[in-house]
């Protein structure tokens, strides 16, 4: 992620950041994979404000959070969705207008961050299932939905 695709996202409300990387790392999902992804940034700002040396790394924010570098794949160098995310950034109006599955990725976005969607998993990070990432054998797995698996 550049500096000005940093920017972008950072231009965001709370709401639209969390739906746009509900929207770039589940947007195929079903409802539950939705949440459990929105769940993990929640999960991660609550961490880090409650843990402030993990806070310094990744964020206390939910930007913070979501910019922090090589933590979400859909910003990371390389990935076909970042592209497509960071388009969302600069263009929310636009996207909002032309894009159901970003629309319920915001909605369920608003609805975790005000609390009538509860979080459904306990988890700080998260990989698919075709995925092998060195740190999986280091976590415990607490569930797998849809096509991710969910550690704490």
Not at 9 to 25: H, M, N, P, R, W
Not at 44 to 69: M, N, Q
Not at 75 to 83: A, V
Not at 102 to 117: K, M, P, S, T, V
Request: proline share 3%.
């Amino acid at each position: 992620m550049t500096a000005n695709d940093k920017e972008s996202l950072k231009k965001l409300s709370d709401a639209q950041i969390l739906a746009v990387v509900i929207y770039g790392e589940a947007r195929g999902e079903s409802r539950e994979g939705k949440i459990a992804v929105g769940s993990v940034v929640l999960n991660r700002r609550a961490f880090g404000i409650t843990h402030p040396k993990w806070g310094s790394l990744y964020g206390d924010t939910i930007s913070e959070v979501i910019t922090a570098p090589f933590q979400f794949s859909c910003f990371n160098g390389g990935d076909p969705n970042g592209t497509k995310c960071i388009w969302i950034a600069e263009h929310w109006e636009k996207a909002t207008e032309e894009n159901a599955v970003l629309n319920d990725c915001y909605g369920i976005a608003q609805g975790l961050l005000g609390g009538e969607i509860k979080r459904n998993t306990n988890a700080l990070y998260y990989h698919t299932l075709k995925a092998r990432p060195a740190w999986r054998d280091k976590l415990t797995i607490e569930t797998t939905i849809g096509n991710h698996i969910f550690y704490v």
